[in-house]
């Protein structure tokens, strides 16, 4: 019975792992689409923060300076979407999609000098407890620093946008970037905040992948991660404790088909590697159904170009 109940914290503990890099991208991407940007980039800063994460592991062999640089690199890749919407003024969807392209291409230009070195142990909290409790322990604790944050990041995202006065500025720009410039409120530098802030944890949720949860380098090893993260705060309607449940949910679908596999079910292999990005679909074809809802929640100039005139 012990066994039993040990096995069920550890596959509860490996589904709250492998929703971690989703909550970090997704809360980025909702506090960048709730200024009224859309930035469909994700997937390339992911990518661009694990390979800058385990570069920056490798050659300096210091951990924290590897999450650190890991932020930077997906802030910097963000400000190039930043200064071309925001800017230049070019259209959001493009603009992501050849963040995406590129992210991808450069990953794997510097990547391919890392394949196949093993990564190094990332340091874990609580591990004599995650032994001790039988259930919850393998659940709440035996996790890095990233996955605490990761997880208490909904809450504080959520508390910052309903409670806060810098929370409700964003949201204003979101809303009506018009009115909030009328009453003083400077729209670029508030969306431009927003989109770093957005890269930086699009950066950590690379970095998880290639430090802790898998610590190598794989050449796309996102896997379309950064696409589930975007369809999630479509998912959420854009609010942050709902990504953190569909959050939890695609990542009990990721272990769930590595369960499948390796019971020996008799599913082809790819449709279970397929699963997860299938019920992304589904998912996003039930909620469109709702129209009224999302419409309600959306940010009214998502998407939108601004430009004030002087």
Known sequence: MNIDINFIGILIGAIMASSVPLILAASGELITERSGVLNLGVEGMMIIGAISGFA?????????LAIIGSMLSGLLLSFIFGFLTQSLLTNHVASGLALTIFG??????????????????????????????????PIFFGHSVVFYFAFLL????????KKTKIGLIVRAVGDSPVSAANQGINVLLVRYCCILYGGAMC??????????????????MTAGRGWIALALVVFATWSPLK????????????????????????????????LPYIMTIVVLVIISRDSRKIKLNT????????????
């Open 104 to 137: 991808i291409g450069l990953s794997a230009m510097i990547g391919k000098d890392f394949v196949g070195i093993p990564g190094k142990e990332f340091p874990l909290l609580f591990v004599n407890l995650k032994e001790a409790i039988p259930l919850f322990g």
């Open 243 to 274: 990504v953190l449940v569909g959050a939890i949910i695609f990542g009990g679908i990721t272990i769930l088909q590595l369960h499948m596999q390796a019971m020996g079910i008799r599913i082809p292999v790819q449709f279970l590697s397929a």
């Open 56 to 64: 920056l592991m490798v050659i300096t062999d210091n951990l924290f």
């Open 154 to 161: 909904p809450f504080g995202t959520n508390y910052f946008l």
């Open 203 to 220: 950066g950590l949720g690379g970095a998880y992948l290639s430090l802790i949860y898998t610590p190598q380098w794989i050449e796309n």
């Open 299 to 310: 940010p009214t100039s998502l998407g939108q170009i601004f430009y004030k005139e002087k």
